[in-house]
């Protein structure tokens, strides 16, 4: 699993620093999370290809999260893609994109497919032989969804040296992978567990922001491998995190523990702050395993 | 009279290259013409401080002249903007941006004035007391203005030996300069030429992106200090610049010829060219004095 910060900064575009995107890669299917303005140059940057970004999941419809959008979408027109592309995203987010479309004159010759979300239970949204996606509902000034990506559980690892003693063929080496017993020629059963080790277990990553301090999401990311928890603003501030429906350092590191995530992520810096160390300094009173994101930076989980 | 370019190229914004944007400074007035993606993080990088913009003006409604506007809008009204901000554009650009804040639930504090567009007939849509601004109507696949940026004629300058030698008061300076005669106390009038020399000429500006070769623009543009054409294309290109309605170095020469204006500066270049210089060797073939455009690039007229 791979996480690519494209940007990580709140609220507006800098010189040198850039609003909400990320990549996430799981089992070779990238999904870009968020899209704020700049994000295609981010993509360049980071040299990542158009070409295997077919989902993209907007959190809400704060422009630091969804203004990149339309630029994204019109450039892979330009590019003469033909792959379908899909976006995840709060109700109002397909008349954003089809207006400007419509009143440029411009329509995508790929397939455009708006998923637009209105629930505030959480619901998957994206399933496929590897990788299931779920929303996390989040507490923000507008309609705002975290996201989670979970792994599905890989298959069996086969172990070579006990089939090859029971002169297993090779043909019935996926069954054993899915987890089947074997009936030998003389009529033995042979237990899966004899024949495989247990599997990799499965990752999972859960994107939250924005969001006030929430402790409801918990039951949503628990003991989750890659918590990102929006830190907009350090101690000092926590009477403005409270007023503007954002999160501390100190709260994101809360909500980690409380969850028993193995690593959290902090993100989504107020541009206020000249040093993001301070953010880890104090999550990591509360929390130990604290990574910082911070713009073209990428994680390996 | 000073051109800042922040983005002068076609198409998709890239890592080094931006969609189209510059800023024109007349008599101390700024204005913004086109806005791409991008182009408040270029606003910054060439230190223009954004409470100087009162005017944006977007000639067409193709995401590389406008995708920038409503991160900009934002920006502003995050910075806590108080001044009035005047966007002239396409009709359709106030129900984009409207949409936009009225789905973010983010509405600016500021005054925000929409001048929608829609005649086909050269129009003023802007003048104070020192510069006035009109369409020029342009030929492309949507519904595109260029514009005129005309100084006013100035005052007349003062001749001061002139009006020492004549011992005239002070208090008539300006009237003077404003081009009236002078009453002296023994009753002898005293003309204005021989007391003031002619104003510095009235500079003029002509924005000409994205447009078609199209020699009905020619009356409009006649004889203006400075000319920006587009040149998307070139020579090897002529036949895509005319079925996608954009126009050559050489056609962007040949309007600047036949218009008789000062300078002419080429922009709107086609991302598949490596070096730009090619425009200006292509276009000089026409017309003596052309400018290249470039990201970051200012010019002093």
Chains 1, 2 share one sequence.
């Not at 989902?55 to 630091?64: E, R």
């Not at 899909?86 to 207006?99: A, D, F, M, R, T």
């Not at 070579?160 to 080496?173: R, S």
């Not at 491998?225 to 830190?231: F, P």
């Amino acid at each position: 699993m791979n996480l690519t910060i494209l940007g990580c900064y709140a609220a507006t575009p800098r010189t040198f620093t850039n609003p909400t995107s990320q990549v996430l890669e799981i089992r070779n299917r990238l999904f870009l999370i968020d899209c704020g303005e700049g994000t295609q140059v981010q993509l360049r940057k980071n040299k990542i290809k158009f070409s295997k970004i077919n989902q993209v999941f907007i959190s809400h419809l704060h422009g630091d999260h969804f203004f990149g959008l339309i630029g994204l979408i019109s450039t892979f027109a330009l590019l003469n893609r033909t792959t379908d592309l899909h976006v995840y995203g709060p109700k109002g987010i397909k008349e954003i994109i089809n207006l400007q479309l419509r009143l440029s004159n411009s329509w995508t010759k790929y397939g455009l497919f708006f998923h637009e979300l209105e629930s505030k239970e959480s619901e998957v949204i994206f399933e496929d032989d590897k990788v299931i996606v779920k929303t996390i509902p989040l507490n923000h000034r507008v309609y705002t969804n975290g996201f989670l990506f979970q792994e599905k559980i890989r298959e069996r690892k086969l172990n070579l040296d006990a089939v090859q003693n029971y002169e297993i063929d090779k043909c019935y080496y996926q069954n054993i992978k899915n987890g089947k017993d074997i009936t030998l020629d003389d009529g033995r059963i042979i237990e899966n567990h004899k024949l495989t080790f247990d599997p990799v277990p499965p990752l999972s990553y859960a994107f939250c922001s924005d969001t006030a301090y929430d402790e409801s999401i918990i039951p949503y990311i628990k003991e989750v491998d890659v918590l990102y928890h929006e830190s907009t603003f350090l101690d000092s501030e926590e009477a403005l995190a409270g007023k503007t429906m954002h999160s501390t350092a100190k709260e994101a590191a809360t909500i980690a523990l409380k969850a028993k995530v193995k690593q959290l992520v902090l993100g989504h810096y107020s541009t206020r702050y000249e040093n993001i160390e301070l953010f880890k300094e104090q999550a990591e009173t509360i929390f130990p395993n604290i990574l910082l994101a911070d713009d073209g930076k990428s994680f390996e989980f």
